[in-house]
């Protein structure tokens, strides 16, 4: 049996968490979970006898130590990292060191912040005629980002874009982005999407910054940005009633 669980907790709502990492959670004798970003109410569910660790004040020194020494003792580990722990979850690291101390583990996806941002305005990120292509990207802070991926880079795109960890810089990241869109592309910063806190700000490239300034966020939020947060798009083929697939015969 695995004993290690990495676990996606969503991006707040207790009740965004997947069944299967909630159940491992409620099983498990030990809980590391990053609790500057995740809810604490979701691991309520959890043993009152099982201990639990911060790792906000953690290394990953001692995260490592946590997960050894609690296989050691056949304890079931619950890593719980925000959102789904694929995106800036640093879990790639603790992975990597536990397989080479013959510690194998698996990773429950959660609920990213990005999708439960679209969700909390209703929109989606690939509309026909509009963008086909979801980025998700930061700007560079002291995790740099590579040249290539550089945020004007990503702009010439001018695909639908989900930026993470950069509202704080958001003077910044609108400069780069003018570069290639235009200035009346609209915009959403939504801070602590789906907590009951949660704060959304709309508006266009060319007055988000005063708009995210005025409403006080800096961090702890997304800044979503495209023409799919407009109101034009061409409807989809799939339920075209003139167009046949797979599943259903067009209508003559
Ligand atoms: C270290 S990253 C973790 C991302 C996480 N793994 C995810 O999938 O959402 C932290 C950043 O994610 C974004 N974030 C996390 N939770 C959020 C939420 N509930 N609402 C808006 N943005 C959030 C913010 O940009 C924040 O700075």
């Not at 500057?36 to 130590?65: D, F, G, H, P």
């Not at 959660?110 to 509309?127: H, P, Q, R």
């Amino acid at each position: 049996m695995n004993n290690v669980y990495f676990i996606g907790a969503g991006p707040g709502d207790p009740d965004l968490i997947t069944v299967k990492g909630r159940n491992i959670i409620e099983k498990s004798d030990i809980i590391i979970y990053a609790g500057s970003l995740v809810n604490k109410e979701i691991i309520e569910c959890r043993r009152k006898e099982s201990t639990l660790y911060n790792s906000a004040s953690m290394t990953l020194e001692e995260v490592i130590k946590v997960i050894e020494e609690g296989v050691k003792e056949d304890k079931l580990i619950a890593r719980v990292h925000t959102g789904d722990p694929s995106i800036y979850g640093a879990i790639r690291e603790q992975i990597d060191w536990l397989e080479d101390l013959g510690i194998s583990s698996k990773v429950i996806p959660g609920v990213s912040s990005f999708v439960a941002s679209a969700a909390a305005l209703n929109k989606e990120f690939t509309l026909p005629d509009i963008s086909q292509t979801v980025i998700c990207t930061r700007l560079e802070g002291r995790t740099p980002v590579p040249e290539s991926e550089s945020l004007d880079k990503l702009a010439s795109h001018k695909a639908s874009m989900a930026i993470f960890l950069s509202v704080h810089m958001i003077d910044n990241v609108v400069s780069r982005l003018m570069k290639h869109y235009d200035k009346d592309t609209p915009v959403a910063v939504i801070q602590k999407a789906t907590w009951d806190d949660q704060k959304i700000v709309q508006g266009k490239l060319s007055n988000i910054s005063d708009k995210v300034k005025e409403a006080n966020i800096n961090k702890t939020a997304q800044i979503l940005v495209g023409d799919f947060l407009g109101d034009k798009y061409s409807l989809s083929k799939l339920y075209d009633a003139s167009f046949s697939h797979g599943y259903r015969k067009a209508k003559k």
